[in-house]
């Protein structure tokens, strides 16, 4: 019943990979796994969504406190002088 210590039948497809971590999904389960290093997440697809909205926010405002690097000082800053 609510045994879920078995992965025998969970087959897990990788959605993305990257340095970071890496995504992949269960048919089975229903459900999406976010590794982070030593962290495994499991969530919903609604969770996931919600998510990435999340840090998507966080690192817009992460821009906001460093304006050095977000900003790019060192191209496009002289107009071009061509006759
Ligand atoms: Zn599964």
Redesign the pocket.
Known sequence: MGESAA?GG?EHITLAKSKTGQVAY?A??E?LVLSVGFISLRLTTEALEGLSALLQSATTNLRNFMPEQAVDTHTGQRPSEMH
């Open positions: 992965t969970c269960c089975e389960c459900s």
